[in-house]
């Protein structure tokens, strides 16, 4: 068994069981589920999932440089002819 990687438990499907014991509340069975699903991480791992970005290559950061410049010398161009503010 070798070093634990966090890919390895983005893939595995969590399964979180709770079965009401004997004279057991719903409520009780429920704070038991709720916390049985806080120690398993699911919501954890799924809320930093939300909102993942890809990260951007090179290439692509150069180009939307280049076009942040274009774009500017353009506004400047622009203004100086009166048509920008």
Do not use: C, H
């Not at 290559?57 to 076009?67: I, M, P």
Request: hydrophobic share 40%; proline share 2%.
């Amino acid at each position: 068994m070798g070093a634990w990687r966090p890919e390895e438990d983005y893939n595995k499907l969590i399964m979180v069981q709770v079965i009401r014991k004997d004279n057991e509340s719903i409520g009780a069975m429920l704070r038991r589920f709720s916390k049985r699903v806080q120690l398993s991480r699911a919501v954890a791992r799924v809320r930093s999932r939300r909102f993942y970005a890809p990260l951007k290559s090179d290439y692509t950061k150069k180009k939307e440089a280049l076009r942040r410049v274009a774009w500017e010398q353009e506004m400047i161009k622009s203004r100086k002819l009166g048509k920008a503010e």
